[in-house]
């Protein structure tokens, strides 16, 4: 008996290198050296030169600590934008920056120091600079590297630094373009400050936390009442959760719409030290009429809390009766500590403020114009100036009357109802109430995380509401040099106004002509700009760019000489932040003013006005000559700006008002923002919930195309979550896609011209159906790229290869590409067909997978270079427009179109015949569906004309299929034998293992061939 003959050798099986298991960690590196070896950026700028740009400016990430998991999101976000543009053929370059200057890196140099019990300030300033710009520099050396490993394609040889010379002197040049147009001024205004860190702060760099306060309830006494006389000795009682402003109060502020209520009140058997109010009696309180319940239960709070102390005090309301309208004004009070004399000894008017609300507290508020923006405006108009008694420490300066050098104001104890301002009130007979109980939200620095204060201290300010002259230009162009036959605008103080449009209208009016994606982006950023306060510029700190003024010591008014400016801005750029120095003040000024005569400006630039700047000297200075528009190109330099949600108040905002005060419009096209990535719960981040996700540790464990497909696969426009589980999806997502490539490169083993099929009306309708869904893939992923949308984009594509192909094209088809002869015309035009795929899809993917793209095209291409270097494939969208034969557009069957209603309906009825066999599978009735034998109900007469076109066999994988007027799908086991070679069971296949008659005529033929 002879043995059965192996057909296995006969059977066109795939055949390829490319490996199932990924190996990312391991094959990424050395893919990625090859690019930088090769200098793969620099070929792509090449095949670009000449063609439309498309410039995303990269908003500089903070040189302080390694790559977190918002910085890659970031940066993947970044790269998936310059590569999708580059791949549809737009010159789409990328330089990274950083930002370099600023209080975080100085905090950290500062840190240093107090670790070896030295003393900053008792370094000389350079030396200082230098450390930190090491600090700096270590940082940019180290999250670069992180960032290459990423697979982001940059120019990573010529990034830019804001701490570099020609930077910092372009950032002065731009300072004096504000201050030659007459769009800065030096005025004292209370700014955030932080004691800790002894700076004023940018809204950008204060996060809000919840706190408990200690909330008071003080007396002021009337002395004077012009309009109600009765009022003289009763007291206005005002409620604050900020004690340590009482000391520097003012005036008191009452609203004029409030109703206010005079109690008249016995206090009896009080146990304390009064200096102005009897032992017992009764007074006269007034607090604002809908407060009043409150302000009682504060009171008899109070009482219980010094009765459990041993002293009694109480509370009996004998008459209360309302106040008429106007009967507060012109009224004087005086301050609980008026026995201090001198500061406390001034009167203290009671004044109307629109901004008194009955939300809280008592419905009169006290005002210290040092420690709030209301309580200054309002006293400014009344000509009462501020004191400037908290010091930038937080403590009250030495010669203060109450707690001079004590403090510092933040700390709870100092606050608390028994520290020394609640007690010297409380002795004074001025303190009714105090807990510290109040729970509220309050601004913090987000570097240090100490509680911030509003401080007034002299500071330098860009004005929102001053107009700015039209055609203002400035003696300084972008790179510092002299530009003649310009219009000089003479320095003009905040108060003068000149014509063309505020710096808030023009920022408002960029903002509606700039797209934001998402739109909300829109309505946030308009609405922080069209509230904000003026720019405050000044910081009071070492390490940053400084604000290169000299100022008249008699007229107080700055320097405006375009002379002096220009040789500053060179200074600058040739010896960086250090070339501005009192030694050098006289070269600057030049022969025609005296060194003596003027005051250098000490103060350094906000870090967001560096940061602002960087629009002129990235994409203008032509120092990156891919950056660079074509001569005479107007409007935003930049298509687009891209970071994270916070930048509405933060570089978006001041690139914003930046580039609007200096040259009329945004600097951008296009505004993309993300949200933030959350846990796996949805929870906030942080280090001490032990919750975060280290990419440098995803990469070496997943590699980094699993977190690119992650940052691209989620709805990065909201917040979004990651987390071990959320990357083991990810990761089996991401082996479907590759299963898909590994598939098409060994079915196309040994595909040649030769073999094309170019005539696609030619073709099987089912290859043509495929090219059609290519043809729909292809429009959505161009709407995707133009929309941004790159979780439709990524979910777009992984669908195609796992619905479309996977699990329907490739499935049918795979006997074809097995045993059909290789010159049959059925498995040509399926394996041109998956050509087509492989080169469309080797593209979409790439963005995406940067190092597995590049992978699979070297394992098909060896010698065809990079697949970055490739351009979007051509479609032929006609594809997505052709008809199987006849069938019409459109059908009577529920409006339907005829293609799609047809394949739709198809696909359905497979996979319901999938689900019939799979019980019988389970009972082992049949071993395979090419067992089964399918009768299949169907009544749909559109569907039943066409089905001819197919075999629905073949569709199905099933030994045979009948389509039958039945109520539900039967399923039998086949009395067919099964052919040896492709595993069919058909009628004309004598005994198990011969063959059937498409198997013999292959075989034959092959053995013939041999």
Partial sequence: MTEPRDYRPTVFLPKTEFPMKA??????????????????????????????????????????????????????????????????????????????????????????????????????????????????????????????????????????????????????????????????????????????????????????????????????????????????????????????????NQALAYGTDVEYVVINAMMSDVDVAQQDMENSGYRDFIVAKSLLPQFIDRYVQEAARLKELGITLGLEIDQQHDLPAGALVGAIARHPMHHLGGFFAKPRPLLAGDFVTTESGTGLVHMAPDHGEDDFLLCKAHGIEPVFAVEGDGKYRADWLWLGGEGSVINPKFNAPDGPICTALREAGGLLAASADYKHSYPHSWRSKAKVIFRCTPQW?????????????????????????????????????????????????????????????????????????????????????????????????????????????????????????????????????????????????????????????????????????????????????????????????????????????????????????????????????????????????????????????????????????????????????????????????????????????????????????LAKLDATLRVAVDDYDFNTYVRA????????????????????????????????????????LFHALVRYAAPVLVFTAEEVWGSRYPDGGSVHLLEWPVIDPTWNQERIGDLPVEVDVAGRDGYNWFWDSIRQMRRSVTEAIEPLRREKEVGSSLEAEVRYPLDDQFVLANLGRLDLAEVCIVSSFEVGVTNSITVTRTTHHKCGRCWRHLPEVTADGELCSRCEQVVSAMDAAE
């Fill in 461 to 773: 300010f860009v004005p929102m509401d001053k107009a700015i002259a039209r055609g203002v230009s400035t003696s300084l162009d972008t790179n510092g040099g002299r530009v003649e036959d310009q219009t000089q605008v003479p320095f003009a103080s905040s108060e003068v106004e000149t014509p063309g449009g505020t710096l808030r209208e023009k920022a408002v009016a960029a903002i509606a002509a700039t797209r934001f994606v998402p739109e909300k982006g829109r309505n946030r950023i308009g609405s922080m700009v069209e509230g904000r306060p003026d720019w405050v510029l000044s910081r009071q700190r070492a390490w940053g760019v400084p604000i290169t003024l000299f100022v008249d010591r008699k007229s107080g008014q700055y320097l405006c000489d375009p002379a002096v400016n220009a040789r500053i801005v060179a200074a600058v750029k040739a010896g960086g932040v250090d070339a501005w120095s009192d030694a050098r003040a006289q070269e600057y000024l030049g022969p025609d003013y005296r060194a003596d005569d003027y005051e250098r400006v000490t103060d350094i630039l906000d870090v967001w006005f560096d940061s602002g700047s960087t629009h002129a000297f990235v994409l203008e200075s032509g120092r990156w000559p891919d950056l660079m528009r074509p001569e005479g190109y107007t409007g935003p330099l930049a298509d687009m700006y891209l970071e994270g949600s916070d930048q509405h108040r933060g570089w978006f905002q001041s690139s914003l008002l930046e580039s609007c005060a200096t040259r009329g419009h945004a600097p951008y096209k296009t505004v993309l923002t993300h949200g933030f990535t959350m846990d796996s719960k949805g929870m906030k981040m942080s280090k001490s919930l032990g919750n975060t996700i280290d990419p440098l540790k995803v990469m070496e464990v997943n590699g980094a195309d699993i977190i690119r497909l992650w940052a691209l696969s989620v709805d990065f426009t909201e917040d979004h979550r990651i987390g071990d589980e959320i990357l083991k999806g990810v990761a089996d997502q991401y082996r479907k896609l590759r299963n898909t490539f590994r598939y098409l490169l060994g079915a196309l083993d040994g595909f040649s011209e030769a073999e094309r099929v170019a005539d696609v009306a030619a073709m099987p309708e089912l290859e043509r159906y495929v090219l059609a869904l």
């Fill in 23 to 248: 190996g990312l960690p391991q094959k990424e590196p050395g893919i990625l050296a090859r690019w930088l070896d090769g200098d793969l950026y620099r070929q792509l700028r090449d095949a670009r030169a000449g063609r439309e740009k498309f410039i995303l400016h990269d908003g500089p990430p903070y040189a302080n600590g390694d790559m977190h998991i918002g910085h890659a999101l970031n940066h993947i976000l970044k790269d998936m934008v310059c590569r999708t543009q580059n791949l549809k053929g737009l010159d789409a370059p990328y330089v990274p920056g950083w930002d370099c200057h600023g209080l975080p890196i100085e905090w950290k140099v500062e840190e240093q120091y107090r670790k070896k019990k030295l003393n900053k300030d008792e370094v000389p300033a350079e030396e200082f600079r230098a450390e930190c710009r090491a600090y700096a520099q270590h940082w940019v050396d180290t999250q670069r590297e992180q960032l290459k490993r990423l697979g982001i394609n940059g120019d990573w040889d010529h990034p830019y630094l804001t701490m570099d010379s020609e930077a910092e002197g372009t950032i002065v040049a731009e300072l004096l373009k504000f201050a030659e147009s007459g769009q800065l001024y030096r005025g004292a205004k209370p700014v955030m400050w932080s004691p800790v860190e002894k700076t004023a702060l940018a809204e950008a760099e204060v996060e809000y936390e919840d706190i408990v306060s200690t909330q008071v309830d003080v007396a002021f006494e009337i002395v004077e009442a012009p309009n109600l006389p009765s009022l003289v000795g009763a007291y206005a009682v005002i409620w604050t959760t900020t004690p340590w402003t009482i000391p520097v």
């Fill in 797 to 836: 594509l992984t669908d195609f290869c796992n619905e479309d192909l996977s699990a329907f094209f490739f499935d049918i088809r795979k006997d074809c590409l097995y045993c059909d002869a290789a010159d049959d015309p059925k498995r040509m035009a399926y394996r041109t067909v998956l050509d087509t």
